[in-house]
T-cell receptor, first 118, second 113 residues
Framework: GAVVSQHPSRVICKSGTSVKIECRSLDFQATTMFWYRQFPKKSLMLMATSNEGSKATYEQGVEKDKFLINHASLTLSTLTVTSAHPEDSSFYIC??????????????FGEGSRLTVL | KQEVTQIPAALSVPEGENLVLNCSFTDSAIYNLQWFRQDPGKGLTSLLLIQSSQREQTSGRLNASLDKSSGRSTLYIAASQPGDSATYLCAVPPQGGSEKLVFGKGTKLTVNP
């Protein structure tokens, strides 16, 4: 299957700082990538849809100024958690599909990034 | 609004046993259903993708079935092994269809040697 890579896998930061997480599609181009957040013992929750060359689409309740998404190329999307606070501590996972642009495609996920805000 | 439920939440079986994981969804107008595996602290690994026109998909010891009309899918694991221990998630597109997915909370499987 297709490979999606995330970096870093773990990050610890102080409250008030900003953290950037990268998501790369290694062997395919993705015009659309998705960012999810996972709380312990909870479902993955979609945060936003990252669109190459345009603004991201955020799900209801997700602060776009807190979670900045940039999709500058067909293989890279970044999620920046700005002015992070302890409640932002979570597991963030990105996904992408080689069939960008339409439903029905198989989604592939990155390894996830564990953010801990002290 | 599409909702996905997985039963049971946790399952513990002895090695070698065959088992079934269940997934149900509220909106049957789906394009596909995908089963994933997640190991602790890791991302998701795609196991099987069933398109809406298909009834089942098989990969090795895994078999997934789909009954759209009843809003159900099952993941059958044959001859379970300790390495199968993980959380299994099913996911479907939300109402209206798109690439993004709505996930169940998963079934945590433990296969005991």
């Amino acid at each position: 299957g297709a490979v999606v890579s995330q970096h870093p896998s773990r990050v610890i930061c102080k409250s008030g700082t900003s953290v950037k997480i990268e998501c790369r599609s290694l062997d395919f181009q993705a015009t659309t990538m998705f960012w999810y957040r996972q709380f312990p013992k909870k479902s993955l929750m979609l945060m936003a849809t990252s669109n190459e060359g345009s603004k991201a689409t955020y799900e209801q309740g997700v602060e776009k100024d807190k979670f900045l998404i940039n999709h500058a190329s067909l293989t890279l999307s970044t999620l920046t958690v700005t002015s992070a606070h302890p409640e932002d501590s979570s597991f963030y996972i990105c996904s992408a599909s080689p069939n960008s642009g339409g439903p029905g495609g198989e989604l592939f996920f990155g390894e996830g990034s564990r953010l801990t805000v002290l | 609004k599409q909702e996905v439920t997985q039963i049971p939440a946790a399952l513990s079986v002895p090695e070698g046993e065959n088992l079934v994981l269940n997934c149900s969804f509220t909106d049957s107008a789906i394009y596909n259903l995908q089963w994933f595996r997640q190991d602790p602290g890791k991302g998701l690994t795609s196991l099987l993708l069933i398109q809406s026109s298909q009834r089942e998909q098989t990969s090795g010891r895994l078999n997934a079935s789909l009954d759209k009309s009843s809003g159900r899918s099952t993941l059958y694991i044959a001859a379970s092994q300790p390495g199968d221990s993980a959380t299994y998630l099913c996911a479907v597109p939300p109402q209206g269809g798109s690439e993004k997915l709505v996930f169940g909370k998963g079934t945590k499987l433990t296969v005991n040697p």
